[in-house]
């Protein structure tokens, strides 16, 4: 059991190496790049048998039916890479096996759907099932969801999840709108999204706080061999006191009230600001609305997305920001 524990690693590094057309691989570069990765994961290696028991199984039809050009030769040894150069299994339809493992995956997430910790399963399992097309004939597109494939930045993703969990000091090239490229060390800690848009929560050193950094302004992500210094933030909570990312550090929590109109106060009832609203008792038109937040660039976007169908009523430092923010915009036109 213990060469096939980690079978769908092996496969990634198998497939990367056969899609790598500046490199040719023989057995013996093969398994040391297969047993480099697992000798880091913590596990032990495989043997050649091993080896070949995996290239074989990736060529059946159980497998990904891979076609390897087999012809080629380095240091008179065979070698190994796939004819067409566009190949990949990360591009192929899952396999059998594939199919069963995600298929039995996402029975056991069912369990616990409606469990309230687990309550984001409600909508990965059907995304999943839509994604990798285990809906029946006919039925796939059913659910639509609001996603940006062509965001910049997005390949980041894995990468940064793979630093934080080995808790790996890092370097990024960062470049800001309008201005020239600079480096800067972090401890990375959180990566989260909002509005369609990936941010890195990290420690910078420099200027000994937490800062954020847009990942489609990332231009590169390197490795350090220095120490890391933990987080005692938990991320879970961080974001519970605001609305975005932008986390001021300086102001406190405002009870911020909101008056709607009729034809708009419905759709917020039903879709919350945030997780701290609700119903000002006092309001007899049930047209108000309270929020406890720190006030930030997020929340002032937010209540101006809502135009004329709501009105700051207090505290007067809100207030006074919408009216500051109204005139700026009325300027514009």
């Given at each position: 059991?213990?060469?096939?524990?980690?079978?769908?690693?092996?496969?990634?590094?198998?497939?990367?190496?056969?899609?790598?057309?500046?490199?040719?691989?023989?057995?013996?570069?093969?398994?040391?790049?297969?047993?480099?990765?697992?000798?880091?994961?913590?596990?032990?290696?495989?043997?050649?048998?091993?080896?070949?028991?995996?290239?074989?199984?990736?060529?059946?039809?159980?497998?990904?039916?891979?076609?390897?050009?087999?012809?080629?030769?380095?240091?008179?040894?065979?070698?190994?890479r796939y004819q067409d150069k566009s190949f990949s299994i990360a591009n192929h339809p899952l396999n059998v096996d594939d199919l069963e493992q995600l298929e039995t995956t996402i029975t056991i997430l069912s369990r616990y759907k409606h469990r309230a910790e687990f309550s984001w399963l409600e909508e990965l399992i059907p995304r999943m099932?839509?994604?990798?097309?285990?809906?029946?004939?006919?039925?796939?597109?059913?659910?639509?969801?609001?996603e940006n494939i062509d965001?910049?930045?997005?390949?980041?993703?894995?990468?940064?999840?793979?630093?934080?969990?080995?808790?790996?000091?890092?370097?990024?090239?960062?470049?800001?709108?309008?201005?020239p490229q600079f480096d800067v060390v972090v401890f990375p800690y959180h990566v989260k999204q909002y509005n369609n848009r990936w941010f890195l929560f990290c420690f910078n050193a420099q200027y000994?706080?937490?800062?954020?950094?847009?990942?489609?302004?990332?231009?590169?992500?390197?490795?350090?061999?220095?120490?890391?210094?933990?987080?005692?933030?938990?991320?879970?909570?961080?974001?519970?006191?605001?609305?975005?990312?932008?986390?001021?550090?300086?102001?406190?929590?405002e009870k911020i009230h909101l008056k709607f109109s009729e034809q708009r106060v419905n759709y917020v009832l039903t879709k919350p600001l945030h997780g701290s609203q609700k119903l000002d008792k006092s309001d007899e038109g049930g047209q108000m609305v309270i929020i406890e937040v720190v006030p930030n660039n997020e929340l002032y976007q937010l209540l101006l997305s809502f135009g004329a169908d709501v009105v700051v009523i207090s505290p007067p430092k809100v207030r006074d920001e919408m009216v500051e923010r109204i005139k700026n915009l009325t300027n514009n036109y």
């Open positions: 059991m213990a060469t096939n524990k980690h079978a769908q690693i092996r496969y990634t590094i198998l497939d990367r190496c056969f899609s790598n057309f500046n490199r040719l691989y023989t057995y013996d570069y093969l398994l040391e790049e297969v047993n480099d990765h697992l000798y880091e994961l913590g596990t032990e290696g495989i043997r050649l048998r091993q080896l070949q028991y995996d290239i074989d199984h990736m060529k059946s039809d159980a497998g990904w039916a891979i076609e390897l050009d087999e012809s080629l030769k380095k240091e008179r040894k065979k070698a190994f099932e839509q994604a990798f097309n285990l809906v029946a004939d006919g039925d796939n597109g059913i659910v639509g969801y609001q965001l910049k930045g997005r390949q980041h993703i894995t990468t940064l999840f793979n630093l934080i969990v080995k808790r790996k000091q890092i370097k990024i090239i960062y470049e800001p709108y309008g201005k000994q706080s937490i800062s954020n950094y847009p990942l489609d302004r990332i231009m590169s992500i390197e490795e350090l061999a220095e120490g890391f210094e933990p987080s005692a933030i938990n991320w879970l909570d961080y974001f519970d006191d605001i609305i975005g990312v932008t986390k001021p550090e300086d102001d406190k929590l």
